[in-house]
């Protein structure tokens, strides 16, 4: 199967949902936003990051589906907040994110998004690793 992205006609609630988030993050970063928010740095977010991974294990461990929906929640805000800070300091964005992640599925998805087949999570993984490796190899060679 050839990995085709979804375009649809119109936008999508999910979509549009994540560029309101989007511009609430920027509206909380901006001037005369959130003074707290405009404080922080990638390195004064660990902790919460950190945290909130935490919340989403106790969440799963729990059974508790409610909770892992708004712990979920507060990992992507992370994110988000992250792709925010590095796009003012002209790193990349947060559609660069979602492009890498993209990439990065595809590729090391070779049984699903190429001519490929492996038919056990044995396999996959041995594959994924390999792949890995090669990348992380190509990046140390490329400096």
């Given at each position: 199967?050839?990995?085709?992205?979804?375009?649809?006609?119109?936008?999508?609630?999910d979509?549009?949902?994540?560029?309101?988030?989007?511009?609430?993050?920027?509206?909380?970063?901006?001037?005369?936003?959130?003074?707290?928010?405009?404080?922080?740095?990638?390195?004064?977010?660990?902790?919460?990051?950190?945290?909130?991974?935490?919340?989403?294990?106790?969440a799963?461990?729990?059974?508790?589906?409610?909770?892992?929906?708004?712990?979920?929640?507060?990992?992507?805000?992370?994110?988000?907040?992250?792709?925010?800070?590095?796009?003012?300091?002209?790193?990349?964005?947060?559609?660069?994110?979602?492009?890498?992640?993209?990439?990065?599925?595809?590729?090391?998805?070779?049984?699903?998004?190429?001519?490929?087949?492996l038919?056990?999570?044995?396999?996959?993984?041995?594959?994924?690793?390999?792949?890995?490796?090669?990348?992380?190899?190509?990046?140390?060679?490329?400096?």
């Amino acid at each position: 199967m050839k990995y085709k992205p979804v375009r649809k006609a119109g936008k999508s609630a999910d979509s549009s949902s994540l560029r309101a988030l989007a511009r609430i993050m920027d509206a909380l970063l901006a001037p005369g936003g959130c003074p707290w928010d405009r404080k922080q740095t990638h390195r004064t977010l660990l902790k919460y990051l950190h945290e909130e991974a935490l919340e989403v294990a106790q969440a799963v461990k729990k059974n508790d589906w409610e909770n892992l929906r708004e712990e979920l929640g507060d990992v992507l805000l992370q994110v988000v907040f992250h792709s925010a800070l590095a796009e003012r300091e002209g790193r990349f964005k947060l559609s660069d994110v979602i492009r890498t992640v993209n990439a990065k599925l595809v590729r090391r998805h070779p049984h699903v998004f190429g001519g490929k087949r492996l038919s056990t999570s044995a396999q996959v993984l041995v594959q994924w690793r390999k792949i890995k490796k090669a990348e992380k190899h190509e990046r140390n060679r490329r400096g």
